[in-house]
């Protein structure tokens, strides 16, 4: 199997905090894992890319030094949200590749009030 | 530029047929996706077409023709727990990642 999980499912913080959510593949090892966010009624964009032992990739328009990724080993990569603001409320997914399948964790849905 | 169309939304009717398309314009291609999203989930892996044709899995089925860039899923014998959005991506992107598709929310109906 392939299973990926996410800590915390959901979190509720004020704004100006930040908030780390944590990316784990369970049984096997993901060189590169994907961090994706969704705001209501829209498809997944992706905001980087995140390989074992680099530096992220950051997508067009993702503020790297607001959302910092750390890919620490092979099986974790944690995306923390730094100084969040209630715009930065949306559903939180990461993905880990396995050759050529991405495989989703449950997400976590952020609310920054 | 890269760009994935597919239909909004779409209602079928509880054991019916439906099919979704998907074209695609991409800079890369390594194959195309289908996910499954419920609403307020993570998607969820359907289908993975590399190759031209038509590729089965149960009561999904998903094809493709890249000289087209199109593709589609087809779900048989629709089932009120199909009642989701559907998302198709195209694996291409410069890091290797997936380009998704707005998603086509489909509403079975009894």
């Known amino acids: 199997g392939a299973v990926v999980s996410q800590h915390p499912s959901w979190v509720i913080c004020k704004s100006g905090t930040s908030v780390k959510i944590e990316c784990r593949s369970l049984?096997?090892?993901?060189?590169?894992m994907f961090w994706y966010r969704q705001f209501p009624k829209q498809s997944l964009m992706l905001m980087a890319t995140?390989?074992?032992?680099?530096?992220?990739?950051?997508e067009q328009g993702v503020e790297k030094d607001k959302f910092l990724i750390n890919h620490a080993s092979l099986t974790l990569s944690t995306l923390t949200v730094t100084s969040a603001h209630p715009e930065d409320s949306s559903f939180y997914i990461c993905?880990?590749?396995?050759?050529?399948?991405?495989?989703f964790g449950p997400g976590t849905r952020l609310t920054v009030t | 530029g890269q760009n994935i169309d597919q239909p909004t939304e779409m209602t079928a009717t509880e054991g019916a047929i439906v099919q979704i398309n998907c074209t695609y314009q991409?800079?890369?291609?390594?194959?195309l996706f289908w996910y499954q999203q419920h609403a307020g989930e993570a998607p969820t892996f359907l289908s993975y077409?590399?190759?031209?044709g038509l590729e089965e899995k149960g009561r999904f089925s998903s094809f493709l023709s890249r000289s087209k860039g199109y593709s589609y899923l087809l779900l048989k014998e629709l089932q009120m727990k199909d009642s989701a959005s559907y998302l198709c991506?195209?694996?291409?992107?410069?890091?290797?990642?997936?380009?998704f598709g707005k998603g086509t929310k489909l509403s079975v109906k009894p």
């Open positions: 993905s880990a590749a396995k050759r050529l399948e991405q495989y």
């Open positions: 049984d096997f090892q993901a060189t590169t």
């Open positions: 995140s390989n074992e032992g680099s530096k992220a990739t950051y």
């Open positions: 991409t800079s890369g291609f390594n194959g």
């Open positions: 077409n590399v190759l031209d």
């Open positions: 991506a195209v694996y291409g992107g410069s890091q290797g990642n997936l380009i």
